[in-house]
Each structure stands twice: as C-alpha cells, then as structure tokens.
C-alpha cells in the first residue's frame, strides 16, 4: 500500500470517526436524556484524561513542556474554554434542537468564517472566489433552513444560532492555538485544552446533579462520543497529515457530514426532501472551493 493510499485511507476513517459520534451525541441528547452541557463536560474530562495518559507514554517531555512555559497557561485556558468547551457545547445544542447532519452542515461555515477573519486582519477585499463561495454558502443555508417552504422553516432557529455559534468558536478553534501546536505538536495541545476545558464547565454544569438516563447503553453511547468521536479521530486525522497534503485533507474531510446524512437515515428513519438535500450540497461545494484557494 502506498502512503497516498494510506494517508486517504486514515483521513477517511477520522472523519468517519467523526460522524459517527454526532450521531452518538444525539442518541444520548434524545433517547438518553443528556443535557448539553453535562455532555460536553463528561466529554471533555473523559477525552483529556486519555489523551494526557497517551501522551504521558508517548511524548512526556512535550507534554511537560507545554505547561512549563508561563505564557502558554493563559492561551491553554482560552483554548480549552472558547475553543473546545463551547464549540463542543454549541455543537451538541445544535445537534439538540434539529439533529447530526443539520448541526454538521451548518458549523461547516468554518472555514468561510475564517476567510473573513483573514480578509479583516490582513485588509483586503475578498477575492472573487470567496464572494462565489460565501454567496453559495448562504444560499445553501436558505435551502437546508427552509426546504423550500418560505412559509416555515424545517430547521428551528435555535438550531440555526448554535450551529453558526459553533462554527465561529470552531474557527477561535482553528486559529489561537496555531504557535503552540507548531511548537509543541497537536496532543499535548489537546490533551491540556480538553482537560482545561471541562474542569472549568463543572460548576456550571453541576454533572454531580446528572440529569440524564444512566445505563448500559449510555455507557456505549459516551464511549463512542469520547473514544470513537475524539482520541481516536483525532489520532487517525493527525496520522493522515504526515501523508497528505492541507487540501487533500479538506477535501477527504468532506465525508464527514454525507456520512451523517446517510447514518442519520439509518439510526433514526430521518428522511430530508431534495430541497433540503441540494443545501447540504451547495455548502459542501463551497467549503470545498474555498479550501481550493
């Protein structure tokens, strides 16, 4: 097998990694009676916890590193709370009031919001390109948002707000820690982060009054979110990096929220009329354009 073939192979499977834990979070959010919030806690301190004894075994100086630095602590903190605690938060509400794919789609705006934050930092007019795309997005949006009936809207607004929050907090994501993980690697990045993150939404969240149905199948369910959906995407992404190139990744990345779709239809008998399909399209197509550039 060659490392092309291997690199697409474990992007592939990340992202696949991915949808598959959406579609966890909502069994727990709907058929478990999670709480967002409570989820996106146990998520988080569970996920750190496993990535910081990976790491402890594999890369300890790095890991050690990270902390040592004093400027490192505050970016650490931000990173934890803005870009991984709310993200995720936001995410699962969304995925609370609509479902996986419809949350998937619409925080799939990132890297859109992304190229607006580079034309307003560097001060410059969009280029022709980013206009296309930014106008296909939107109109992408209308047509998942509304299927075509202008009288109502198939996705709430709700739905609508999380989902946008989390695709902005996702591009805090991508952006702020960027000195760090070229200095340091992404794990140990993470590891603090998710750790960070979810210690600090505790007393908030108060998961010592959990709210949500305790059983075998929840067990499954957060095993999957936490393992499936974080270490182990994560780690087959990361991997794919070392043979593929930023765009190839984009692009393989895509299968994330078709896979949603599909799975959705499978685990949950959700049906979406070709109206609202033809809005998944145009926002994929977009983000992929725009990736292009």
């Known amino acids: ?102 949350a998937t789609i619409i925080s799939y705006l990132l890297p859109l919001i992304v190229v607006g934050w580079d034309c307003l930092t560097s001060r410059r007019w969009p280029y022709r390109n980013e206009v296309f795309c930014t106008v296909l997005a939107f109109t992408g949006t209308f047509l998942l948002v509304t299927e075509g009936r202008l009288d109502q809207l198939a996705v709430s607004p709700l739905a609508l707000f999380w989902g946008t929050s989390s695709a902005f907090t996702a591009a805090f994501y991508n952006l702020q820690p960027r000195g760090m993980i070229k200095k340091y690697t992404a794990p140990p990045v993470l590891a603090w982060g998710m750790l960070i993150g979810g210690l600090v939404s505790m007393p908030f969240t108060q998961v010592w009054n959990f709210a949500g149905v305790i059983d075998w199948g929840s067990l499954a369910g957060y095993l999957v979110v936490t393992v499936v959906g974080t270490v182990l995407s994560f780690a087959l992404y990361l991997n794919s990096s070392k043979y593929l190139s930023a765009m190839e990744m984009t692009i393989i990345a895509s299968i994330e929220p078709l896979a949603s779709v599909v799975l959705e239809m499978i685990c949950f008998g959700q049906m979406f009329n070709l109206i609202g399909l033809s809005g998944f399209l145009f926002i994929l197509v977009a983000v992929l354009a725009v990736s292009r550039h």
């Open 1 to 102: 097998m060659s490392n092309h073939i291997r690199g697409l192979i474990l992007c592939a499977a990340g992202s696949l990694c991915w949808s598959i834990s959406g579609i966890a979070g909502q069994f727990l959010l709907e058929d478990k009676s999670f709480i967002p919030s409570q989820l996106t806690t146990v998520r988080m301190i569970g996920a750190g916890l496993l990535l910081l004894v990976w790491e402890w075994f594999s890369e300890r100086g790095l890991l050690l590193s990270v902390v040592r630095e004093r400027s490192n602590r505050w970016k650490l903190f931000w990173f934890g709370v803005i870009g991984l605690m709310i993200t995720q938060y936001t995410y699962f509400e969304s995925i609370h009031y609509s479902n996986a794919p419809t």
